[in-house]
């Protein structure tokens, strides 16, 4: 079956717009994540969403980022006043689904470039 | 906190050559541990997946081991090939956060012919 597809897959914009990110999961998969990747730096985590709502938003870096996925499939991630820093890879995962004391494997989509100017 | 250690930084070596990159944890209470491959502008390619249980993992010419009480992880690749030039990651998930995944900073290897 298909994989995570992530669409742009490059996105040039200018400081201060307003650019949103998409992410299709894996079919059937209820657990979503995502992450941001700096240049020569592994992945960090900015949110998790278990369904519809987002269990776990602890990783993202202030209130300009925001990510829905409301009807528990298809996510977007929203950065509104980008700003030159904010220049990094956006990787989004999903697994079948994930709790507190169980794991399952996480399947990445092949990133969105975002370059800020 | 959970942080994950990558070394080298960097890796270059002629083909044929067999090698070894290190990963290490500051905390063994991990479910398990991951090593991906990730090639330039691409996004994550599991490669082996270590459950806390085991101690190792064997994939073609890669082998993955574990030591929790040491809170290493070794990734061996055999007879390097050119196509294996690439970023090597590891991973674990963090226990009790919804298993967000913390990172190492990967290890940059050029195979050279």
């Known amino acids: 079956g298909a994989g995570v597809s992530q669409t742009p897959s490059n996105k040039v914009t200018e400081k201060g717009k307003y650019v949103e990110l998409r992410c299709d999961p894996i079919s059937g998969h209820t657990a979503l994540y995502w992450y941001r990747q700096s240049l020569g730096q592994g992945p960090e985590f900015l949110i998790y969403f278990q369904g519809t709502g987002a269990a776990d938003d602890s990783g993202l870096p202030n209130d300009r980022f925001f990510a829905v996925r409301p009807e528990g499939s298809v996510s977007t991630l929203k950065i509104q006043r980008t700003e030159r820093g904010d220049s990094a890879v956006y990787l989004c995962a999903s697994s079948l689904r994930s709790g507190l004391s169980s794991y399952n494997e996480q399947f990445f989509g092949p990133g969105t470039r975002l370059t800020v100017l | 906190k959970q942080e994950v250690t990558q070394i080298p930084a960097?890796?270059?070596?002629?083909e044929g050559e067999?090698?070894?990159l290190n990963c290490s944890f500051t905390d063994s209470a991990i479910y398990n541990l991951q090593w991906f491959r990730q090639d330039p502008g691409k996004g994550l390619t599991s490669l082996l997946l270590i459950q806390s249980s085991q101690r190792e993992q064997t994939s073609g010419r890669l082998?993955?081991?574990?030591?929790?009480s040491s809170g290493r992880s070794t990734l061996y690749i055999a007879a390097s090939q050119p196509g294996d030039s690439a970023t090597y990651l590891c991973a674990v998930p963090l226990p009790g956060g919804y298993n967000k995944l913390i990172f190492g900073a990967g290890t940059r290897l050029a195979v050279h012919p």
Request: charged share 15%.
């Open chain 2, 63 to 68: 082998n993955a081991s574990l030591d929790k």
């Open chain 2, 10 to 14: 960097a890796l270059s070596v002629p």
């Open chain 2, 18 to 20: 067999n090698l070894v």
